[in-house]
């Protein structure tokens, strides 16, 4: 089973987090009732605010891992340091001589690059949001 590119849904009246938390709870409850199955996961829990993601996946996916296999992605560093006990870890690293920016080989742990930032810079964001974010950036490290 898989969750990856959930829509929001006017029609519905389900916003991208309720459509997703319903499929996911349907994927906990198939992992336990039949004790196996395979679970692909885009960045769990991406529509709501970052503390409560963090937690709430870390939860999730642990519970999910002890009935099934499950295959997750995430940008949230803090949840791979979570992770990394129970999951295996892999990461993509980016090469700025690529045209691509990504060679796309797996490689195993955590990644510490952060990329952003330079990635709007390298397709030409302005020199003045650039600096912000940077500034941002550097503020928040200080404030941890």
Same mark, same amino acid.
């Given at each position: 089973?898989?969750?990856?590119?959930?829509?929001?849904?006017?029609?519905?009246?389900?916003?991208?987090?309720?459509?997703?938390?319903?499929?996911?709870?349907?994927?906990?409850?198939?992992?336990?009732?039949?004790?196996?199955?395979?679970?692909?996961?885009?960045?769990?829990?991406?529509?709501?605010?970052? &503390? !409560?993601?963090?937690?709430?996946?870390?939860?999730?996916?642990?519970?999910? *891992? %002890?009935? $099934?296999?499950? /295959?997750?992605?995430?940008?949230?560093?803090?949840?791979?340091?979570?992770?990394?006990?129970?999951?295996?870890?892999?990461?993509?690293?980016?090469?700025?001589?690529? &045209? !691509?920016?990504?060679?796309?080989?797996?490689?195993?742990?955590?990644?510490? *690059? %952060?990329? $952003?930032?330079? /990635?709007?810079?390298?397709?030409?964001?302005?020199?003045?949001?650039?600096?912000?974010?940077?500034?941002?950036?550097?503020?928040?490290?200080?404030?941890?």
């Amino acid at each position: 089973m898989t969750s990856i590119r959930l829509e929001h849904s006017i029609e519905s009246g389900k916003s991208h987090f309720f459509s997703e938390i319903e499929r996911i709870l349907l994927f906990l409850r198939t992992a336990e009732e039949t004790g196996r199955g395979v679970f692909l996961i885009d960045e769990l829990f991406r529509g709501t605010n970052t &503390p !409560e993601r963090i937690a709430a996946a870390k939860a999730v996916l642990e519970e999910m *891992a %002890r009935h $099934a296999q499950v /295959l997750a992605t995430t940008h949230d560093v803090e949840l791979q340091a979570h992770l990394e006990q129970q999951f295996s870890i892999y990461h993509f690293t980016e090469n700025p001589d690529l &045209p !691509e920016v990504f060679d796309y080989k797996l490689r195993a742990g955590i990644s510490n *690059a %952060r990329n $952003a930032i330079a /990635l709007l810079e390298r397709i030409g964001f302005s020199e003045s949001i650039i600096r912000e974010a940077r500034r941002l950036l550097d503020e928040n490290k200080a404030g941890l």
